[in-house]
């Protein structure tokens, strides 16, 4: 389903159990940032009526993803932590072209080439959790991530062919691969 060109290797899960805080501090800010990026999208595009109501959907998604984290961080006793620059994604940020079809079809692909790393991360966690109510937690989210990231190829199709979006999704891969290896593990999704 995912079809990312590297998989991630279980010393990241070791890193992330080594600090799990931190990760979920983390994880937070990723489903928050995700939520933004999709409201984002919804400002830039105003007249891509098609999918405005889908990412409207997968916004507050994110949202309500920030919030059930968020309960989880506060019934630790941990405090929220500003946010920091996303290698990862600035690392791939460097290749949305500048035509603006092209942008847009970009920035669609990569929401949902970014999606399919969480999921992936996300579900290698809900796998090793022994805590029944987190496992159960992130089981669900890794479900909702998979969804999201076919949600946005769906999207794309309204406006482009699929050997349009087949043929940008594998360039994208190849530069997600390159990316999340370009990044040292960290008790963090990326
Ligand atoms: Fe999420
Ligand atoms: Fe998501």
């Not at 979920?24 to 940032?33: F, I, N, Q, T, V």
């Not at 059930?68 to 506060?74: R, S």
């Not at 959790?129 to 199709?157: G, M, P, V, W």
Request: with cysteine.
């Amino acid at each position: 389903m995912l079809n990312l060109k590297w998989k991630t290797p279980k010393e990241w899960l070791d890193v992330v159990f080594s600090d799990f805080n931190s990760f979920l501090l983390d994880h937070a800010s990723c489903e928050r940032k995700a939520s933004s990026t999709n409201m984002s999208l919804v400002v830039k595009y105003p007249n891509r009526v098609e999918i405005l109501n889908s990412l409207i959907e997968m916004a507050l998604e994110e949202l309500e993803h920030f919030h059930q984290v968020y309960k989880i961080i506060e019934r630790r006793g941990l405090i929220l932590t500003p946010d920091e620059k996303d290698k990862y994604v600035n690392y791939m940020l460097k290749y949305l072209r500048i035509n603006s079809d092209e942008r847009f079809l970009d920035r669609l692909l990569l929401s949902g080439i970014i999606e399919a790393r969480g999921c992936e991360r996300l579900n290698m966690v809900a796998n090793a959790l022994e805590d029944i109510e987190l496992k159960n937690f992130y089981t669900e989210l890794t479900k909702c991530e998979a969804r999201h990231h076919s949600q946005f190829i769906h999207l794309a199709s309204f406006y482009f062919d699929k050997e349009t979006i087949n043929k940008r999704m594998e360039e994208l891969l190849i530069i997600e691969a390159e990316a999340i290896q370009s990044v040292p593990f960290r008790p963090a999704i990326h």
